[in-house]
């Protein structure tokens, strides 16, 4: 069993066995219950003393409870490893106040402990009911009996009792909960009744109540018992919400069952005696009220007694744990059983037998238990703001409620009640103290723990202790059956049903003593072997590095080892209870038709895919059908045998991919060298563009300044010739010498032939810049038409007529262009190149034909230019040179493909052309050419950047 540190205990042993959960939901709902029982034995004495009155301590008693159940059940929520509920909520809540909180846990515990007060109530009817024929009981040793039995059915295991405890307590409930809600609907609907509500309003008593109210308190807050026992759940979660069910419970019994008690059970002659009052007002169940009542009363002792048993060892031993009791109350024996603190409070208890006055120690029982619930609810307000309080001004309001009701309802009573009550925990305190020092072996853990080893070697011939046991009980239970027998024969028919009754439930109690000390044993012990069984061969399978898998004959899992889970990535309890074949789909459905052994595919998850080798062995049981099937993960080892298999493929592959290598290569640097020689073209193009431009603009700047100084000029000669049309005879010479007349005719024209100069000097400088634009590396709106007649400028010496070839006619077909976003440097390169090979081929188409066809079919380029549609542009260059065959425009736009003689093409210029127009602009480029027919290059390009990234994205996917 796993095991927990444990605070306070001996430096040579640092942990203890941890408590087992070995309750399911509804056995602790059942103890829950326990606490409904409660207001059937307290009801009858508030209404003795109030009558109507009572009505007003029901009601906040009532709400105060259901709100502290709920409170519980939101601590249990925080504290699911916590035993013992309320008192050891208690003592973490004031963990600043650790004195306090002990004491008051302390206070919960001996209000609790004082379970022989149920013997001595199911004595006292014993002895009412054989009274009357004269028959007389020894009353020390039956309440002495009654307290043993329920402690040897809790020295078994807590799960025997709270088996036996749910057979009695649901009909019980259920019968309080008939009389709350039967006994409602007869005062309302019944002739016989007296009326569901009375002639006139009870008054209320301001000294009255605080004396009775601390009676209700414990007959209504202790539904929250149940979460005493969430540390024993297996599902302790589900243990607390039941608790509600308990609190909704509460609030039906304590207003509707009261309500029925005031009206019917309020005689003054009745005393409060539990038996008569519910007799009495229980008419609607007419005769057989007697017997349900015995009935009630006797379940609500045994099994109120029950609950004390199996509740108060628990507080002890969270206390221990917590550090704030003797470390020897945390033993656990391997049942579950805490033996130390169950005899602790066995011994408590009998000190309550001695007391003598069964209602003097019911109101100091319940200041102890008040004292507790008072502490609760002020640890509540210390702590608010924190995880799981709930309500903690009104806790403030309730504990100054109860304090007030403790004080002065426990002075109303005897003061020395009070006193006793207050000192009952400071006497657990005491014991606790002495426990510490006394050096009594039994009293240290120490003691405890090598008793546990040893236990099965101390007891070798078990079988027969339990034989002795079984003999011994068996023989004295029916001793007493045989005289009860005798003594029955003596009443008059039908005078024994209520002894009946109670005596079939005490021989219930009894048989399953029994039982607790020989058979449940011997099935524990089975148990016990076969956990231990169980655990050996998991511990063998752990050491096996393969995954090993039970399952049953459907293909679910009911056993694992370890290796499962590294490869399902799934806890192995998780594992347990799922289909094989939800991992494995291919296997099917019964592991009797499986493949002894088959290679299956696990996927964990989309990205991961594990190749599982399956092994499934013959059934390993004859009397039961199961399975045991190896899993080995060949995953790597058929990785290695796919990397072996295409070894040969994957040589041959990386040999293709070499050789595409080198071609890419090769390609690659070649539209590097193309690349680089047209942005070094570039950059000298715009080099010397720019240099050309400064002078000449400053020398067309200044021509027009000239033209003025000059018209100045001569405007001044031809004044002095009027004024003085006789110069001297050397102004005359030196007038024919320059020939003045000539000059002053031919200034003006010589000044607009050099503006002339200057701007077509301008102009070409700008062509020049406009096709430089290589180094541009955005894209920018640009004039597709003034790209085209930069290039055509450039061409210009190559299209005019020479002595080798004719000239070239160019026709422009323009059409209304939008800006188009573009690389512009880059389309000046593809007009350039489809130019430049359209005029090589007419020259060398020329050279091939007679002056006459050349006369008479003169080479003509032709480009055209238009909007395809608001998103398209579309550019053709058309010459009607001789065209090309099939093969030849196939492979126009290849790498290195040229049809040129060597050192006269690259092959790269269309290739390069080609990346330009799809890969860079997202547009398209083709070829229509037929021999003898010319060749037209058509290019389609969008006009937004935007579409050219929108086209890139969607060729990417």
């Not at 690349?675 to 067309?700: C, D, R, W, Y």
Request: hydrophobic fraction near 45%; charged fraction near 15%.
């Amino acid at each position: 069993m796993p095991t927990r540190p444990v605070l306070g205990v001996e430096k040579n042993y640092k942990s203890v066995i941890k408590l087992p959960r070995s309750l399911t939901a509804i056995e602790t709902f059942g103890f829950g219950l326990s606490g409904l029982l409660s207001w059937f034995t307290s009801a009858p004495f508030i209404t003795s003393g109030l009558g109507m009155q009572a009505l007003f301590v029901w009601i906040p008693a009532t709400i105060i409870g259901v709100m502290l159940c709920f409170q519980v059940q939101a601590l249990g929520r925080q504290w699911p490893d916590v035993s013992g509920g309320t008192p050891n909520y208690t003592s973490r809540l004031l963990k600043n106040f650790p004195l306090l909180g002990r004491y008051a846990a302390l206070g919960y515990f001996a209000g609790w402990v004082s379970f022989p007060i149920n013997g001595i109530i199911l004595t006292e009817l014993i002895k009412v009911q054989l009274e009357p024929w004269g028959i007389h009981c020894p009353e020390m040793a039956m309440k002495i009996g009654f307290t043993l039995l329920l402690f040897s059915i809790a020295f078994s295991g807590t799960r025997a009792l709270a088996i036996l405890h749910l057979c009695f307590i649901i009909p019980a409930v259920g019968l309080v909960l008939l009389f709350s809600v039967q006994g409602i609907g007869w005062l309302a609907f019944s002739p016989q009744s007296p009326g569901l509500l009375p002639s006139s309003l009870p008054s209320f008593s301001a000294v009255e109540w605080p004396k009775w109210f601390f009676f209700a308190v414990y007959a209504v807050y202790s539904v929250e018992t149940g979460a005493a026992f969430v540390a024993d759940s297996q599902k302790p979660h589900q243990t607390l919400r039941l608790l509600s069910v308990a609190g909704y419970l509460i609030a039906i019994i304590s207003l509707c069952g009261s309500w029925v008690l005031m009206r019917l059970g309020s005689n003054p002659e009745l005393e409060g005696d539990l038996f008569k009052t519910f007799v009495a007002a229980s008419p609607f169940w007419g005769q057989a009220s007697s017997l349900i009542v015995t009935l009630l009363i006797c379940s609500s002792c045994l099994l109120g007694a029950a609950i004390g048993v199996a509740n108060t060892p628990r507080i002890l031993y969270q206390l221990a744990l917590d550090g704030h009791m003797s470390p020897v109350f945390t033993v656990v024996s391997r049942q579950g059983v805490l033996q130390p603190s169950l005899i602790f409070a066995f011994i408590f208890s009998l000190f309550y037998l001695l007391s003598g006055d069964l209602n003097n120690l019911v109101i100091t029982i319940t200041i102890s238990y008040l004292l507790c619930i008072i502490t609760f609810h002020f640890g509540l307000w210390l702590n608010r703001g924190q995880p799981g309080i709930r309500w903690p001004w009104l806790s403030l309001g309730f504990c100054c409620v109860e304090l007030v009701a403790l004080i002065v309802g426990g002075l109303a009573w005897r003061w020395q009640n009070l006193a006793a009550g207050l000192l009952l925990p400071v006497i657990v305190l005491v014991a606790d103290a002495a426990i510490r020092r006394i050096p009594f072996a039994p009293f240290h853990l120490q003691w405890w723990v090598q008793r546990r080893q040893s236990y099965s070697t101390q007891i070798k011939d078990f079988v027969g202790f339990q034989v002795g046991i079984l003999l011994a009980l068996i023989c004295s239970t029916a001793t007493i059956i045989w005289v009860v027998k005798e003594q029955f024969e003596k009443f008059p028919s039908g005078a024994d049903k209520n002894l009946f009754f109670i005596l079939l439930m005490v021989i219930s109690f009894m048989a399953v003593a029994i039982a607790c000390w020989t058979t449940l044993p011997q099935i524990a012990s089975i148990a016990e072997a076969r956990e231990v069984a169980e655990s050996r061969f998991i511990t063998a399978l752990d050491t096996v590095l393969d995954t090993v898998l039970v399952l049953d004959e459907n293909g679910v899992i009911t056993q694992a080892n370890s290796a499962a889970e590294s490869l399902f990535g799934i806890d192995v309890n998780q594992l347990l209870g799922l289909h094989l074949d939800d991992f494995f789909p291919e296997l099917g459905d019964a592991p009797a038709y499986w493949q002894s052994r088959s290679e299956q595919i696990l996927q964990k998850s989309p990205k991961e895919k594990q190749i599982i080798e399956t092994t499934v062995s013959h059934k390993i049981n004859p009397q039961r059908q199961e399975y045991i099937v190896f899993l080995r993960d060949i995953s790597d080892r058929k990785q290695v045998e796919e990397a072996l298999r295409y070894s040969e493929a994957t040589l041959r592959q990386q040999a293709t991919e070499l050789e595409e290598t080198l071609q890419d290569l090769q390609h690659t640097q070649g539209q590097l060298i193309q690349t680089e020689k047209m942005s070094s073209l570039g950059q000298l193009v715009a080099g010397v563009a720019h240099e050309i431009n400064n002078p000449v603009n400053f020398i067309h700047g200044n021509l027009t300044h000239i033209d003025n100084y000059t018209q100045d000029l001569i405007s001044l000669i031809e004044l002095y010739q009027d004024i003085y049309p006789n110069p001297v005879p050397e102004i005359q010479n030196l007038i024919a010498e320059v020939e003045l007349d000539y000059l002053i005719e031919d200034m003006p024209k010589t000044l607009s032939s050099m503006k002339v100069g200057t701007g077509r000097i301008r102009e070409i400088v700008l062509t020049l810049r406009n096709f430089s634009r290589l180094d541009e590396a955005e894209m920018k709106p640009v004039n597709i038409h003034e790209g085209i007649d930069s290039t055509l400028l450039i061409l210009h010496n190559r299209l005019k007529i020479k002595v080798e070839h004719p000239a070239i006619e160019i026709h422009k077909e323009y059409g209304e262009l939008p800006a188009v976003e573009c690389y512009a440097g880059q389309l000046n390169q593809v007009f350039m190149n489809i130019i430049s090979n359209a005029i090589d081929a007419l020259d060398k188409y020329n050279d091939e034909r007679t002056v006459a066809e050349i006369k008479n079919d003169p080479s003509i380029i032709i480009i055209c230019t238009k909007v395809v549609n608001p998103d398209w542009i579309a550019i053709s260059i058309q010459d009607n040179g001789p065209g090309m065959s099939a093969s030849v425009k196939q492979k126009l736009f290849d790498p290195f493909f040229t049809t040129k003689p060597v050192g006269q093409g690259t092959g790269l210029g269309l290739s390069i052309s080609y990346q330009i127009v799809v890969d860079k602009h997202g547009g398209k480029m083709e070829c229509i050419s037929e021999p003898g027919q010319g060749a037209k290059f058509c290019i389609q390009i969008p006009v937004k950047s935007a579409y050219v990234a929108k086209i890139g994205n969607t060729s990417s996917l």
